[in-house]
Protein backbone atom coordinates (compact mmCIF):
# COMPACT_ATOMS: atom_id res chain seq x y z
CA UNK A 1 0.00 0.00 0.00
CA UNK A 2 1.29 3.68 -0.91
CA UNK A 3 1.84 6.36 1.69
CA UNK A 4 -0.95 8.05 -0.31
CA UNK A 5 -3.29 5.22 0.45
CA UNK A 6 -4.54 3.87 3.68
CA UNK A 7 -6.90 1.00 4.39
CA UNK A 8 -9.45 -0.07 7.13
CA UNK A 9 -12.33 -2.25 7.87
CA UNK A 10 -14.43 1.01 8.32
CA UNK A 11 -13.73 4.75 7.71
CA UNK A 12 -16.16 7.43 9.47
CA UNK A 13 -16.47 10.79 7.77
CA UNK A 14 -16.57 13.42 10.48
CA UNK A 15 -15.95 13.01 14.24
CA UNK A 16 -19.08 15.60 15.44
CA UNK A 17 -22.55 14.51 17.32
CA UNK A 18 -22.95 10.95 15.56
CA UNK A 19 -18.85 10.30 14.42
CA UNK A 20 -17.89 10.42 18.00
CA UNK A 21 -20.47 7.75 19.30
CA UNK A 22 -19.89 5.04 16.29
CA UNK A 23 -16.11 5.33 16.63
CA UNK A 24 -16.12 4.28 19.67
CA UNK A 25 -18.43 1.74 19.68
CA UNK A 26 -17.25 0.70 16.00
CA UNK A 27 -13.50 0.03 17.57
CA UNK A 28 -15.09 -1.88 20.49
CA UNK A 29 -14.02 -4.74 18.48
CA UNK A 30 -10.76 -5.00 18.48
CA UNK A 31 -9.82 -6.76 15.25
CA UNK A 32 -12.12 -3.99 13.51
CA UNK A 33 -9.90 -1.02 11.99
CA UNK A 34 -11.74 2.16 11.84
CA UNK A 35 -10.04 5.12 10.34
CA UNK A 36 -11.82 8.74 11.57
CA UNK A 37 -11.62 11.88 9.51
CA UNK A 38 -12.24 14.95 10.71
CA UNK A 39 -11.78 18.36 8.82
CA UNK A 40 -11.20 20.34 12.34
CA UNK A 41 -8.20 20.65 13.96
CA UNK A 42 -6.33 18.18 16.32
CA UNK A 43 -6.73 20.29 19.48
CA UNK A 44 -9.84 20.13 21.38
CA UNK A 45 -11.46 22.34 22.23
CA UNK A 46 -10.81 24.08 26.03
CA UNK A 47 -12.84 25.29 28.88
CA UNK A 48 -12.83 28.93 27.23
CA UNK A 49 -14.34 27.38 24.03
CA UNK A 50 -16.93 25.14 26.14
CA UNK A 51 -18.01 27.86 28.02
CA UNK A 52 -22.20 27.58 27.80
CA UNK A 53 -22.48 31.44 28.18
CA UNK A 54 -20.73 31.90 24.94
CA UNK A 55 -21.73 30.26 21.44
CA UNK A 56 -18.47 29.70 19.52
CA UNK A 57 -19.65 30.74 16.17
CA UNK A 58 -18.72 33.85 15.39
CA UNK A 59 -16.16 36.07 13.83
CA UNK A 60 -13.14 33.84 13.04
CA UNK A 61 -14.26 31.05 15.43
CA UNK A 62 -11.20 28.27 15.42
CA UNK A 63 -14.22 25.32 15.79
CA UNK A 64 -16.59 26.38 13.23
CA UNK A 65 -17.47 26.63 9.48
CA UNK A 66 -20.09 29.07 8.02
CA UNK A 67 -22.65 28.17 5.14
CA UNK A 68 -24.00 30.91 2.71
CA UNK A 69 -27.80 31.06 2.43
CA UNK A 70 -30.35 33.11 0.32
CA UNK A 71 -31.71 34.94 3.40
CA UNK A 72 -30.30 38.45 3.73
CA UNK A 73 -27.33 38.37 5.89
CA UNK A 74 -27.93 35.24 7.77
CA UNK A 75 -25.51 32.32 7.49
CA UNK A 76 -25.87 28.50 8.63
CA UNK A 77 -22.94 27.73 11.10
CA UNK A 78 -21.49 24.56 12.49
CA UNK A 79 -18.74 22.68 14.00
CA UNK A 80 -15.96 22.26 12.65
CA UNK A 81 -13.86 20.19 15.94
CA UNK A 82 -12.98 17.05 17.23
CA UNK A 83 -16.77 16.75 18.95
CA UNK A 84 -18.86 18.56 15.80
CA UNK A 85 -21.54 21.20 16.60
CA UNK A 86 -21.72 19.25 19.78
CA UNK A 87 -18.34 21.85 20.66
CA UNK A 88 -20.33 24.54 19.78
CA UNK A 89 -24.23 24.51 20.35
CA UNK A 90 -26.13 25.59 22.61
CA UNK A 91 -26.06 22.87 25.19
CA UNK A 92 -29.85 21.93 25.00
CA UNK A 93 -30.39 18.67 25.29
CA UNK A 94 -34.18 17.33 24.97
CA UNK A 95 -35.46 14.32 23.87
CA UNK A 96 -38.37 14.00 21.24
CA UNK A 97 -41.85 13.66 22.15
CA UNK A 98 -42.76 9.97 22.12
CA UNK A 99 -45.41 10.28 18.87
CA UNK A 100 -42.80 12.16 17.01
CA UNK A 101 -41.22 8.57 16.31
CA UNK A 102 -44.64 7.65 14.70
CA UNK A 103 -43.84 7.53 11.03
CA UNK A 104 -39.64 5.83 11.92
CA UNK A 105 -39.41 2.57 10.58
CA UNK A 106 -40.90 -0.36 12.44
CA UNK A 107 -37.58 -1.73 13.88
CA UNK A 108 -37.28 2.17 15.88
CA UNK A 109 -39.82 0.68 18.84
CA UNK A 110 -40.08 3.22 21.84
CA UNK A 111 -38.39 0.77 23.72
CA UNK A 112 -34.88 0.62 22.05
CA UNK A 113 -35.28 4.81 21.42
CA UNK A 114 -35.80 5.15 25.48
CA UNK A 115 -33.14 2.71 25.94
CA UNK A 116 -30.84 4.47 23.80
CA UNK A 117 -31.70 8.02 24.80
CA UNK A 118 -31.10 6.77 28.46
CA UNK A 119 -27.51 5.89 27.51
CA UNK A 120 -26.99 9.53 26.86
CA UNK A 121 -29.32 11.24 29.66
CA UNK A 122 -29.32 8.79 32.19
CA UNK A 123 -33.50 8.80 31.86
CA UNK A 124 -33.67 12.15 32.85
CA UNK A 125 -30.39 13.15 34.53
CA UNK A 126 -26.67 12.13 34.00
CA UNK A 127 -25.76 9.69 31.67
CA UNK A 128 -22.76 9.33 29.44
CA UNK A 129 -23.29 13.34 28.41
CA UNK A 130 -23.81 14.46 32.04
CA UNK A 131 -27.15 15.92 31.42
CA UNK A 132 -28.52 18.15 34.12
CA UNK A 133 -31.61 20.64 34.30
CA UNK A 134 -31.40 24.52 33.87
CA UNK A 135 -31.80 24.94 37.94
CA UNK A 136 -34.18 27.40 39.41
CA UNK A 137 -31.32 30.00 40.40
CA UNK A 138 -29.82 29.21 36.79
CA UNK A 139 -33.18 30.73 35.23
CA UNK A 140 -32.58 34.14 35.11
CA UNK A 141 -35.18 36.80 35.11
CA UNK A 142 -36.61 36.24 31.97
CA UNK A 143 -37.02 32.68 32.59
CA UNK A 144 -38.85 32.95 35.73
CA UNK A 145 -41.26 35.42 34.32
CA UNK A 146 -42.00 32.92 31.12
CA UNK A 147 -42.43 29.71 33.49
CA UNK A 148 -44.49 31.86 35.87
CA UNK A 149 -46.66 33.27 33.19
CA UNK A 150 -47.17 29.88 31.49
CA UNK A 151 -47.40 27.91 34.55
CA UNK A 152 -51.12 29.56 34.94
CA UNK A 153 -52.20 28.42 31.55
CA UNK A 154 -50.70 25.09 30.53
CA UNK A 155 -49.26 21.96 32.19
CA UNK A 156 -45.18 21.95 33.40
CA UNK A 157 -43.14 19.38 32.54
CA UNK A 158 -41.50 17.70 36.42
CA UNK A 159 -38.05 17.24 36.30
CA UNK A 160 -38.33 13.48 36.87
CA UNK A 161 -39.67 13.36 33.88
CA UNK A 162 -37.85 11.61 30.68
CA UNK A 163 -40.41 12.38 27.95
CA UNK A 164 -41.14 16.44 27.28
CA UNK A 165 -44.48 17.25 27.24
CA UNK A 166 -47.13 20.06 25.76
CA UNK A 167 -46.12 22.42 27.72
CA UNK A 168 -43.84 23.89 29.98
CA UNK A 169 -40.31 22.18 29.52
CA UNK A 170 -37.46 23.54 31.52
CA UNK A 171 -34.02 23.03 29.25
CA UNK A 172 -31.64 20.20 30.15
CA UNK A 173 -28.41 20.52 29.25
CA UNK A 174 -25.31 18.22 28.62
CA UNK A 175 -22.77 20.10 30.51
CA UNK A 176 -20.63 20.11 33.98
CA UNK A 177 -21.38 22.76 35.22
CA UNK A 178 -21.36 25.59 33.09
CA UNK A 179 -18.98 23.33 30.44
CA UNK A 180 -20.55 21.90 27.79
CA UNK A 181 -20.18 18.32 27.63
CA UNK A 182 -19.09 17.45 24.06
CA UNK A 183 -19.97 13.79 21.98
CA UNK A 184 -16.12 13.36 21.44
CA UNK A 185 -15.37 13.68 25.77
CA UNK A 186 -18.28 11.49 26.54
CA UNK A 187 -17.43 8.65 23.76
CA UNK A 188 -14.15 9.41 21.75
CA UNK A 189 -12.06 9.75 24.53
CA UNK A 190 -12.12 6.77 25.83
CA UNK A 191 -11.03 5.36 22.59
CA UNK A 192 -8.57 6.92 22.15
CA UNK A 193 -5.70 4.24 22.82
CA UNK A 194 -7.07 1.64 21.06
CA UNK A 195 -4.86 0.20 18.53
CA UNK A 196 -7.31 -0.24 15.81
CA UNK A 197 -8.78 3.42 16.16
CA UNK A 198 -7.13 5.89 14.17
CA UNK A 199 -8.32 9.12 14.51
CA UNK A 200 -6.97 11.73 11.84
CA UNK A 201 -7.74 15.91 12.21
CA UNK A 202 -7.23 18.46 10.00
CA UNK A 203 -8.43 16.36 6.97
CA UNK A 204 -10.98 17.20 4.80
CA UNK A 205 -12.71 14.54 2.46
CA UNK A 206 -13.50 15.62 -1.18
CA UNK A 207 -15.72 13.44 -2.59
CA UNK A 208 -16.23 9.25 -2.15
CA UNK A 209 -14.00 7.15 -4.36
CA UNK A 210 -16.89 4.84 -6.30
CA UNK A 211 -16.61 1.66 -7.90
CA UNK A 212 -19.32 1.89 -11.38
CA UNK A 213 -21.75 4.34 -9.91
CA UNK A 214 -23.09 1.72 -7.54
CA UNK A 215 -20.18 0.80 -4.85
CA UNK A 216 -18.20 3.06 -2.41
CA UNK A 217 -14.57 1.84 -1.89
CA UNK A 218 -13.26 4.70 0.24
CA UNK A 219 -12.74 8.23 0.30
CA UNK A 220 -10.53 10.93 -1.41
CA UNK A 221 -9.24 13.80 0.86
CA UNK A 222 -6.44 16.17 -0.44
CA UNK A 223 -3.71 14.16 1.10
CA UNK A 224 -4.46 10.51 0.75
CA UNK A 225 -7.38 8.23 -0.25
CA UNK A 226 -8.39 5.55 2.30
CA UNK A 227 -9.68 2.38 1.09
CA UNK A 228 -12.41 0.60 3.44
CA UNK A 229 -15.08 -1.90 3.15
CA UNK A 230 -17.62 0.63 4.29
CA UNK A 231 -17.79 4.17 4.65
CA UNK A 232 -19.59 6.12 7.09
CA UNK A 233 -21.04 9.39 6.25
CA UNK A 234 -21.24 11.38 9.64
CA UNK A 235 -20.19 14.79 8.43
CA UNK A 236 -23.86 16.24 9.83
CA UNK A 237 -26.47 16.98 7.52
CA UNK A 238 -24.64 19.98 5.38
CA UNK A 239 -21.18 17.98 5.61
CA UNK A 240 -22.66 14.90 4.02
CA UNK A 241 -24.61 16.74 1.42
CA UNK A 242 -21.76 18.13 0.15
CA UNK A 243 -19.67 15.09 -0.22
CA UNK A 244 -23.01 12.96 -1.43
CA UNK A 245 -23.55 16.08 -4.35
CA UNK A 246 -19.56 15.67 -5.57
CA UNK A 247 -19.93 12.20 -5.86
CA UNK A 248 -20.71 10.36 -8.73
CA UNK A 249 -23.39 8.39 -7.26
CA UNK A 250 -26.02 6.27 -9.65
CA UNK A 251 -29.05 6.56 -6.64
CA UNK A 252 -28.65 10.26 -6.48
CA UNK A 253 -29.22 10.66 -10.24
CA UNK A 254 -26.89 13.28 -10.94
CA UNK A 255 -28.99 16.05 -8.81
CA UNK A 256 -27.61 19.03 -8.40
CA UNK A 257 -29.23 19.72 -4.69
CA UNK A 258 -30.77 17.65 -1.91
CA UNK A 259 -33.98 18.56 0.01
CA UNK A 260 -33.82 18.84 3.96
CA UNK A 261 -36.06 20.23 6.58
CA UNK A 262 -35.83 22.98 8.84
CA UNK A 263 -37.09 24.44 11.90
CA UNK A 264 -38.38 28.48 10.69
CA UNK A 265 -38.48 30.93 13.88
CA UNK A 266 -40.54 34.56 13.95
CA UNK A 267 -38.17 36.48 16.61
CA UNK A 268 -40.34 38.38 18.98
CA UNK A 269 -37.62 41.01 19.90
CA UNK A 270 -37.55 43.60 23.35
CA UNK A 271 -35.38 46.22 24.86
CA UNK A 272 -34.69 45.53 28.80
CA UNK A 273 -34.78 47.28 31.58
CA UNK A 274 -31.32 45.74 33.29
CA UNK A 275 -29.06 43.79 31.59
CA UNK A 276 -29.07 39.98 32.16
CA UNK A 277 -27.45 37.71 34.39
CA UNK A 278 -25.08 35.36 32.24
CA UNK A 279 -26.28 31.72 31.56
CA UNK A 280 -26.91 29.02 29.39
CA UNK A 281 -28.51 30.95 26.09
CA UNK A 282 -31.57 28.96 26.09
CA UNK A 283 -33.10 28.12 29.48
CA UNK A 284 -37.00 26.97 29.50
CA UNK A 285 -38.93 26.60 26.57
CA UNK A 286 -42.97 25.81 25.88
CA UNK A 287 -44.40 22.94 23.42
CA UNK A 288 -47.57 24.00 21.82
CA UNK A 289 -50.26 21.34 20.68
CA UNK A 290 -49.83 22.60 17.21
CA UNK A 291 -46.68 22.26 16.99
CA UNK A 292 -44.42 25.43 17.94
CA UNK A 293 -41.52 25.91 20.31
CA UNK A 294 -41.58 28.93 22.50
CA UNK A 295 -37.93 29.60 23.35
CA UNK A 296 -37.48 31.98 25.60
CA UNK A 297 -33.69 32.74 25.31
CA UNK A 298 -32.18 34.68 28.24
CA UNK A 299 -30.13 37.32 26.44
CA UNK A 300 -29.23 39.33 23.07
CA UNK A 301 -27.83 36.70 20.69
CA UNK A 302 -24.98 39.61 20.60
CA UNK A 303 -24.22 38.52 24.05
CA UNK A 304 -23.04 35.19 23.10
CA UNK A 305 -21.86 35.47 19.43
CA UNK A 306 -18.64 37.58 18.77
CA UNK A 307 -19.22 40.25 15.67
CA UNK A 308 -22.88 39.83 15.85
CA UNK A 309 -24.55 43.11 16.52
CA UNK A 310 -27.12 43.95 18.82
CA UNK A 311 -30.97 43.26 17.57
CA UNK A 312 -32.69 43.21 21.48
CA UNK A 313 -33.17 39.87 23.61
CA UNK A 314 -35.95 37.60 21.91
CA UNK A 315 -38.64 35.28 22.56
CA UNK A 316 -38.49 32.87 19.55
CA UNK A 317 -41.92 30.95 18.23
CA UNK A 318 -40.40 28.27 16.16
CA UNK A 319 -42.27 25.83 13.74
CA UNK A 320 -40.99 22.37 14.52
CA UNK A 321 -43.25 21.38 11.60
CA UNK A 322 -40.92 20.82 8.29
CA UNK A 323 -40.27 23.78 6.60
CA UNK A 324 -37.96 22.88 2.67
CA UNK A 325 -34.59 24.13 2.23
CA UNK A 326 -32.74 23.29 -0.81
CA UNK A 327 -29.06 22.12 0.17
CA UNK A 328 -27.17 22.92 -3.65
CA UNK A 329 -23.54 21.75 -4.33
CA UNK A 330 -20.91 24.25 -3.58
CA UNK A 331 -17.02 24.62 -4.14
CA UNK A 332 -16.56 23.78 -0.96
CA UNK A 333 -19.78 23.81 1.35
CA UNK A 334 -23.29 23.68 -0.26
CA UNK A 335 -25.25 26.97 0.26
CA UNK A 336 -29.10 26.88 1.58
CA UNK A 337 -31.94 27.97 -0.58
CA UNK A 338 -34.65 28.48 1.67
CA UNK A 339 -38.72 27.88 0.09
CA UNK A 340 -41.32 29.34 1.54
CA UNK A 341 -42.07 28.51 5.04
CA UNK A 342 -44.65 25.51 5.17
CA UNK A 343 -48.10 27.03 5.08
CA UNK A 344 -49.01 25.37 8.26
CA UNK A 345 -45.68 26.57 9.87
CA UNK A 346 -46.56 29.96 8.57
CA UNK A 347 -49.28 30.00 10.36
CA UNK A 348 -48.87 28.74 13.74
CA UNK A 349 -45.93 31.01 14.78
CA UNK A 350 -47.86 33.99 12.91
CA UNK A 351 -50.70 33.34 15.94
CA UNK A 352 -47.58 31.89 18.73
CA UNK A 353 -45.96 35.73 17.80
CA UNK A 354 -49.42 37.40 18.53
CA UNK A 355 -49.41 35.26 22.21
CA UNK A 356 -45.76 35.97 22.56
CA UNK A 357 -46.47 40.03 22.23
CA UNK A 358 -49.42 39.77 24.30
CA UNK A 359 -46.80 37.84 27.43
CA UNK A 360 -44.17 40.09 27.04
CA UNK A 361 -46.87 42.89 27.61
CA UNK A 362 -48.31 40.97 30.92
CA UNK A 363 -47.03 41.83 34.51
CA UNK A 364 -44.74 39.33 34.97
CA UNK A 365 -42.34 40.96 32.07
CA UNK A 366 -43.55 44.33 33.95
CA UNK A 367 -40.06 44.56 35.52
CA UNK A 368 -37.89 43.31 32.24
CA UNK A 369 -39.49 44.34 29.22
CA UNK A 370 -39.21 48.64 28.28
CA UNK A 371 -42.23 49.45 27.21
CA UNK A 372 -43.58 50.11 23.64
CA UNK A 373 -40.00 48.15 22.38
CA UNK A 374 -41.62 44.74 21.44
CA UNK A 375 -41.46 43.86 17.67
CA UNK A 376 -41.80 40.96 15.82
CA UNK A 377 -39.70 40.28 12.98
CA UNK A 378 -40.87 40.56 9.67
CA UNK A 379 -39.82 37.60 8.26
CA UNK A 380 -38.87 34.24 10.20
CA UNK A 381 -35.17 33.04 10.66
CA UNK A 382 -34.37 29.40 10.81
CA UNK A 383 -32.47 27.11 13.26
CA UNK A 384 -29.11 25.53 12.92
CA UNK A 385 -31.24 21.96 12.38
CA UNK A 386 -31.15 21.16 8.67
CA UNK A 387 -31.78 17.40 8.72
CA UNK A 388 -33.51 14.20 6.55
CA UNK A 389 -32.30 14.73 3.24
CA UNK A 390 -31.34 11.28 3.44
CA UNK A 391 -34.19 9.51 5.51
CA UNK A 392 -34.07 6.30 6.96
CA UNK A 393 -36.74 3.85 5.39
CA UNK A 394 -36.68 5.90 2.15
CA UNK A 395 -33.03 6.58 0.96
CA UNK A 396 -31.06 3.90 3.44
CA UNK A 397 -32.67 1.03 5.63
CA UNK A 398 -33.27 1.56 9.88
CA UNK A 399 -29.49 1.66 10.22
CA UNK A 400 -28.50 3.88 7.58
CA UNK A 401 -27.16 1.39 4.80
CA UNK A 402 -27.70 3.79 1.43
CA UNK A 403 -30.38 1.96 -0.73
CA UNK A 404 -28.58 1.19 -4.28
CA UNK A 405 -24.99 1.90 -3.21
CA UNK A 406 -22.70 -0.96 -1.83
CA UNK A 407 -20.44 -0.05 0.90
CA UNK A 408 -22.38 3.33 1.69
CA UNK A 409 -23.96 3.99 5.44
CA UNK A 410 -25.14 7.65 6.67
CA UNK A 411 -25.03 8.05 10.30
CA UNK A 412 -25.88 12.41 11.33
CA UNK A 413 -28.89 14.32 10.94
CA UNK A 414 -29.26 13.27 7.34
CA UNK A 415 -31.24 10.08 8.16
CA UNK A 416 -33.76 11.75 10.44
CA UNK A 417 -36.77 10.34 8.93
CA UNK A 418 -39.04 13.14 10.35
CA UNK A 419 -38.53 16.30 12.54
CA UNK A 420 -39.33 16.38 16.42
CA UNK A 421 -41.10 18.86 18.65
CA UNK A 422 -37.70 19.43 20.51
CA UNK A 423 -33.78 20.55 18.74
CA UNK A 424 -32.42 17.83 16.99
CA UNK A 425 -28.86 16.94 19.43
CA UNK A 426 -29.91 14.32 21.43
CA UNK A 427 -31.84 12.95 19.03
CA UNK A 428 -28.84 12.68 16.70
CA UNK A 429 -26.97 11.18 19.40
CA UNK A 430 -29.67 8.83 19.70
CA UNK A 431 -29.93 7.25 16.30
CA UNK A 432 -26.37 7.06 16.82
CA UNK A 433 -26.04 5.14 19.73
CA UNK A 434 -28.83 2.74 18.51
CA UNK A 435 -27.34 1.77 15.06
CA UNK A 436 -23.55 2.02 16.45
CA UNK A 437 -25.14 -0.62 19.27
CA UNK A 438 -26.57 -2.87 16.41
CA UNK A 439 -23.15 -2.85 14.51
CA UNK A 440 -21.17 -3.13 16.79
CA UNK A 441 -23.43 -6.41 18.33
CA UNK A 442 -22.90 -7.73 14.61
CA UNK A 443 -19.82 -6.96 13.23
C1 LIG B 1 -24.53 27.04 16.77
C2 LIG B 1 -25.41 25.84 16.93
C3 LIG B 1 -26.20 25.71 18.06
C4 LIG B 1 -27.03 24.59 18.20
N1 LIG B 1 -27.68 24.42 19.39
C5 LIG B 1 -28.38 23.28 19.60
C6 LIG B 1 -28.95 23.00 20.86
O1 LIG B 1 -28.73 23.73 21.83
N2 LIG B 1 -29.72 21.89 20.99
C7 LIG B 1 -29.98 21.05 19.94
O2 LIG B 1 -30.74 20.09 20.10
N3 LIG B 1 -29.37 21.24 18.74
C8 LIG B 1 -28.56 22.30 18.56
N4 LIG B 1 -27.89 22.49 17.39
C9 LIG B 1 -27.94 21.42 16.39
C10 LIG B 1 -27.08 20.21 16.79
O3 LIG B 1 -25.92 20.61 17.45
C11 LIG B 1 -26.73 19.44 15.51
O4 LIG B 1 -27.93 19.11 14.84
C12 LIG B 1 -25.96 18.15 15.80
O5 LIG B 1 -24.82 18.40 16.60
C13 LIG B 1 -25.55 17.56 14.46
O6 LIG B 1 -24.84 16.35 14.68
P1 LIG B 1 -24.20 15.59 13.44
O7 LIG B 1 -23.44 14.44 13.99
O8 LIG B 1 -25.25 15.36 12.42
O9 LIG B 1 -23.19 16.67 12.80
P2 LIG B 1 -22.00 17.50 13.46
O10 LIG B 1 -21.99 17.40 14.94
O11 LIG B 1 -22.05 18.86 12.84
O12 LIG B 1 -20.69 16.73 12.97
C14 LIG B 1 -20.21 16.73 11.66
C15 LIG B 1 -18.69 16.64 11.72
O13 LIG B 1 -18.20 16.28 10.45
C16 LIG B 1 -17.09 17.10 10.10
N5 LIG B 1 -17.08 17.14 8.64
C17 LIG B 1 -18.05 17.62 7.82
N6 LIG B 1 -17.68 17.45 6.53
C18 LIG B 1 -16.47 16.85 6.54
C19 LIG B 1 -15.59 16.41 5.51
N7 LIG B 1 -15.87 16.57 4.20
N8 LIG B 1 -14.40 15.85 5.87
C20 LIG B 1 -14.08 15.67 7.20
N9 LIG B 1 -14.89 16.08 8.21
C21 LIG B 1 -16.08 16.64 7.88
C22 LIG B 1 -17.42 18.44 10.76
O14 LIG B 1 -16.27 19.24 10.94
C23 LIG B 1 -18.04 17.99 12.09
O15 LIG B 1 -17.06 17.77 13.07
C24 LIG B 1 -27.06 23.60 17.20
C25 LIG B 1 -26.26 23.71 16.06
C26 LIG B 1 -25.41 24.82 15.93
C27 LIG B 1 -24.53 24.90 14.73
Same mark, same amino acid.
Given at each position: ?????????????????????????????????????????????????????????????????????????????????????????????????????????????????????????????????????????????????????????????????????????????????????????????? #??? +???? !?? *???? %??? @? =? /?????????????????????????????????????????????????????????????????????????????????????????????????????????????? #??? +???? !?? *???? %??? @? =? /???????????????????????????????????????????????????????????????????????????????????????????????????????????
Amino acid at each position: MSADVMSADVVIVGAGSAGCVLAEKLSRAPGRHVVLLERGPGRWPGPEERDLRRLPIGDHAPYAVRHTTDLDGLTAARGCAIGGSSAVNGGYFLRWHPEDFADWPDSWGLDAIDAAYSELDGGGGGGTMSVSPVSDDELGDAGRAFERYWSARTAVRSLRDRWPVVGVNRVLGNRSGMLRRTAAEAYLDQ #ALD +RPNL !RV *VPDC %EVR @R =L /EVAGRRRVTGVHTERFTVRAGEVVLAGGTLGTAQLLLASDLESLGGAAFLAAGEHRGLAVSYRRKEPAEPGMVLPTVLHTDDGLEIRCYRDDFATYIDGLPRSGSMVEVT #AMH +RSPV !RL *VAGD %ERV @R =L /EFGEPSAEAAAAMRAGADEVVEMLHSSEFAGIVVPDSVSVAAVPGFSQHAWGTMPMGVRTDALGAVHGTEGLRIVDGSILPTGGRSGPHATIMMVAVHIGNRLSDTG
